[in-house]
């Protein structure tokens, strides 16, 4: 069965540093791969996907992240976190176009001044 | 453009009462499905359609009934609501495996 491990349940960044991620992800073939960001008391806005080809993909709001095979990992990355970054962001994954994504069950991002 | 419109927003329950949380998109998209979230437990999914009259279970469906009558509407019934179906419900629609989601109905049943 899919799975999705999100290893940290709350990060706190310092507002200019870089940000990492971490997502592992459970599948036997090549998985459709998301991440979402939730503001509070907002639905989920779709940051970035990886469906094949180029592993390291751009998104919006300056983020990218990067699939890795070997490590069954998609993690997400952004070089300077910026203080509306505060939210939490979900990893998911997919079997093929049209099945249900399966959640992580998020990260929360704090960002200190 | 709509996308997905959820409605009620908010909506708070008495023990056993019924309700119908009401879905839309005006994407013609085939594929939707419906969410609950509960704090620290990510997404988990209830019902799920490919397509007008056919619709299927997810991972708790227990205590929820959907129907699909047309391509834009999805409505998550519940029936009897009890206290742990407390939660944030979320639709969404899909299109190339990309999920849409609405923003979301927040559910208290005390």
């Known amino acids: 069965a899919q799975s999705v491990t999100q290893p940290d349940i709350h990060i706190t960044v310092s507002e200019g540093a870089s940000l990492e991620l971490r997502c592992n992800y459970s599948?036997?073939?090549?998985?459709?791969l998301f991440w979402y960001v939730q503001s509070p008391g907002q639905g989920l806005q779709l940051l970035l996907k990886?469906?094949?080809?180029?592993?390291l993909v751009q998104g919006i709001k300056g983020f990218e992240a990067e699939f890795k095979r070997s490590q069954s990992s998609f993690n997400l990355r952004k070089p300077s976190v910026h203080w509306s970054d505060a939210a939490e962001y979900f990893c998911?994954?997919?079997?093929?176009?049209?099945?249900?994504?399966?959640f992580g069950k998020g990260t929360t991002l704090s960002v200190s001044s | 453009n709509a996308g997905v419109t959820q409605t009620p927003k908010f909506r708070i329950l008495k023990i056993g009462q019924s309700m119908t949380l009401q879905c839309a998109q005006d994407?013609?998209?085939?594929?939707m499905y419906w969410y609950r979230q509960d704090p620290g437990m990510g997404l988990k999914l209830i019902y799920y359609?490919?397509?007008?009259?056919?619709?299927d279970k997810g991972e708790v469906p227990n205590g929820y009934n959907v129907s699909r009558s047309t391509t834009e509407d999805f409505p998550l019934r519940l029936e009897l609501a009890a206290p742990s179906q407390t939660s944030v419900y979320f639709c969404?629609?899909?299109?190339?495996?990309?999920?849409?989601f609405g923003e979301g109905s927040r559910l208290t049943v005390l």
């Open positions: 994407m013609n998209h085939n594929y």
């Open positions: 359609s490919v397509g007008a009259g056919i619709t």
């Open positions: 599948y036997g073939a090549t998985p459709y």
């Open positions: 990886y469906f094949s080809g180029d592993t």
């Open positions: 998911a994954v997919g079997e093929q176009a049209g099945t249900a994504l399966i």
């Open positions: 969404a629609s899909s299109y190339h495996g990309e999920l849409f």
